[in-house]
């Protein structure tokens, strides 16, 4: 794989996807074919560098990795719609770190614009700008794009195979290849043999792949339906293998300590108490921290708790409310992007009224269920790694980096992702994990971090700030100004990865706030990108988690200022905006028979997100029980154009909705001394069963073009539940968590 920093001069898709590079992005090195990673044995064919066939049947190589999100079982059926097999009789393996694997969705993302209101032109562009990601090699799972980057291509890879496997059979059979069929994994001859697809799988092997017209939707079997989950058996009983399953001969484990004090080093330590327990094999200088290998991840847990270390200081200002104060001086310098600028904010309608608020949304963790964790095995001229990631390429140039090896001598076995969120597209347990097997060669060692090490040393949802100044009149919105002041994520994970920091305006800062479709004649909206060393990185729906609730929020407040029902006010702004997000309003009004008025003891919010290229719209109810106050029903509907897979996007939207209810009611990362605050669970707590809504969700198939459905479930359940608050109690919070606020059932 090309070195990032070779291809990348000076600037890498930031925003608006202004991308420099030289002759790395020539014609010829963007159409050059991604060469197959897969390498057939006898007997097998690697048709594509998707599909293998072997004597066991048929193996699909997903390129997108599988946590939680239902990728594998759709991927499956996309490939079985045209290689006529049996979804169950497709085996799921993840793809080996190959530019092959490249994301063909993540790039056209970044183009200008709101989304929604996105051309069929301008959606082709985008398709054409995602081949550029294969000479960036990125295999990434991220932005809500797993289906959008596969419907396509995976169904050409299915239908290449079949074409091809009829090819082998027509040669064996010395007929012509449209006089035969295939069905269940077998080609059918004209008198009805069968020939199943493992018998030619190594004269298929031989022959140039055969390229075929994709099937029209009327004559999809699976696509469109609600498939058994592929996993779900594994996952069920055990058996599924993720990180912290590895296990190898000889395997030793070890655990990890770095500095709290987030990009500080280390003065110097004292491991004489660690060395003394039975069963410690070795300790770790890893410069910034220290790791024990031991005889299991429990000993080697406390032997590293019982090392005395002396910290350096943390790079920025130790104490949450100092970090909040430099967030906002951004607000004095100029914005990085101003990406909405319509009509006049700086005149106010005569006859006007004017609302103004001011808005915050803590740091947050990702909280991963399985803390992170990777099993390296180094033998000095190669490395092999294992565990749950969302970027094997990058995760094996920056392993091989740490390792002192090229690429090619480094092999990433990706696992099943015990939650991934963003944080998993990080790179940095696979490195610990590295330079802590780099210490005891030629054995294989099982890097497992504690909780608290985990939620300690995440890469942030970071804080954020927005100053809305708006304004009614005859009942209608006239106008909106918004400013909004937060680190940036993007920036960050480009310098992490490339060396070199992003430019541009960031596109992903604002997202959610400035791409909403309603029609206010003078809106803009700015972002200001705060200079702060804390560690931040992609968080379930990235900028539009916190700029959701801020828009969201301030629309309420302006529907309440003109004196108008919420849901309909923000209606009669969607409608000549944009239909599909307004057919969501509608749909989820009456699904949750909205009125506008609420008995007492109980309140109700809506709120309306457009992220991932889908419409989200959703109606939370509280009720106040003896002084507390539970969250007890949810409506979802959203709209993502083709829906692939009925009931897992239902479930995501689910999903989605309850890790943003359980950031809007319960989480907050703090900072004292410098360290963060939280560590575990009962500091930084979830929705539970019995404090977790009863949902319905709604999907919806009219956006013209396909959209995501892993993220866009989370930013609208944040303004909703505050929205709902509001209408319970009639006060108005606007900053996270609400559990300060309120006496939530936990």
Known sequence: MARLGKIVRRTFLIGSAAIVGGVAFGAYYVSRPAPNPLKPGPGEAALNPFVLIDQQGVTLFAPRAEMGQGVMTTWAALIAEELDVIPEQVRVLHGPAAAA??????????????????????????????????????????????????????????????????????????????TLRTEAGAVIAADGSRIPYPDLAEDAAKLDPVEAPLRDPSEWRYLGRTLPRLDMVAKSTGTAEFGVDVRLPGMKFASVRMNPNLGGGMKGFDDSAARAMPGVEKVVDLGGGVAVIASNTWLAMQAVEAIAVEWETAPYPPETDAIFAQIARAFDDSPNSTMRDDGDVTTLPEGATVIEAEYSAPYLAHATMEPMNGTALYTGDRLEFW????????????????????????????????????????????????????????????????????????????????????????????????????????????????????????????????????????????????????????????????????????????????????????????????????????????????????????????????????????????????????????????????????????????????????????????????????????????????????????????????????????????????????????????????????????
């Open 101 to 178: 694997y490249y994301n063909s969705a993540l790039l056209g993302d970044a183009l200008p614009g709101k989304g929604y209101d996105t051309s069929n032109f301008q959606h082709s562009l985008g398709e054409a700008l995602g081949v550029i990601g294969r000479t960036l090699s990125l295999q990434v799972t991220g932005g809500s794009t797993s289906m959008k980057d596969g419907f396509v291509r995976m169904r050409e890879a299915g239908a290449s195979a079949r074409e091809t496997l009829k090819q082998a059979a027509a040669n064996r059979l010395g007929v012509a290849r449209d």
């Open 387 to 746: 565990g749950g990631n969302q970027a094997p390429t990058f995760m094996q140039m920056k392993i091989a980096e740490a390792a002192g090896l090229d690429t090619e001598a480094v092999e990433v076995h990706t696992t099943y992702l015990g939650g991934g969120y963003g944080r998993r597209a990080e790179f940095d347990f696979g490195v610990i994990a590295t330079r802590v097997a780099m210490a005891l060669p030629g054995v294989p060692v099982q890097t497992t971090w504690s909780r608290e090490e985990d939620m300690r040393h995440d890469f942030y949802r970071p804080g954020a700030l927005a100053r809305m100044r708006g304004a009614v009149k005859d009942g209608k919105a006239v106008m909106i100004d918004g400013r909004l002041a937060t680190q940036s994520p993007s920036r960050q994970a480009m310098t992490r990865v490339t060396g070199m920091p992003g430019a541009g305006p960031d596109k992903v800062l604002v997202e959610g706030f400035f791409n909403q479709p309603y029609a206010v004649p003078n809106y803009r909206i700015s972002g200001h990108i705060a200079d702060l060393a804390i560690p931040v990185g992609f968080w379930r729906s990235v900028g539009n988690s916190h700029n959701g609730f801020f828009h969201e929020t301030f629309v309420d407040e302006m529907a309440h200022a003109a004196g108008r029902d919420p849901l309909e006010f923000r209606l009669e702004l969607m409608r000549a905006e944009h239909a599909p997000s307004a057919g969501c309003l509608e749909a989820v009004r009456e699904m949750s028979g909205w009125t506008g008025k609420t008995p007492e003891g109980v309140g109700r919010g809506v709120a309306f997100t457009y992220s991932f290229g889908t419409s989200v719209a959703q109606v939370i109810e509280v009720v106040d029980e003896g002084g507390t106050i539970r969250i007890a029903r949810a409506w979802i509907a959203c709209d993502i154009g083709l829906v692939l897979d009925p009931e897992t996007v239902k479930a995501q939207m689910f999903g989605g909705m309850v890790y943003g209810l359980s950031a809007a009611a319960h989480g907050r990362i703090t900072f004292a001394g410098g360290a963060v605050e939280q560590g575990n669970f009962p500091d930084y707590d979830a929705l539970r069963m019995h404090s977790a809504p009863q949902v319905e969700v709604r999907v919806l198939e009219t956006n013209r073009h396909m959209g995501g459905a892993g993220e866009p479930g989370t930013p609208p359940a944040m303004p909703a539940l505050g929205n709902a608050l509001f209408d319970l109690t009639g006060k108005r919070v606007r900053s996270m968590p609400f559990a300060e606020h309120f006496n939530l059932l936990v």
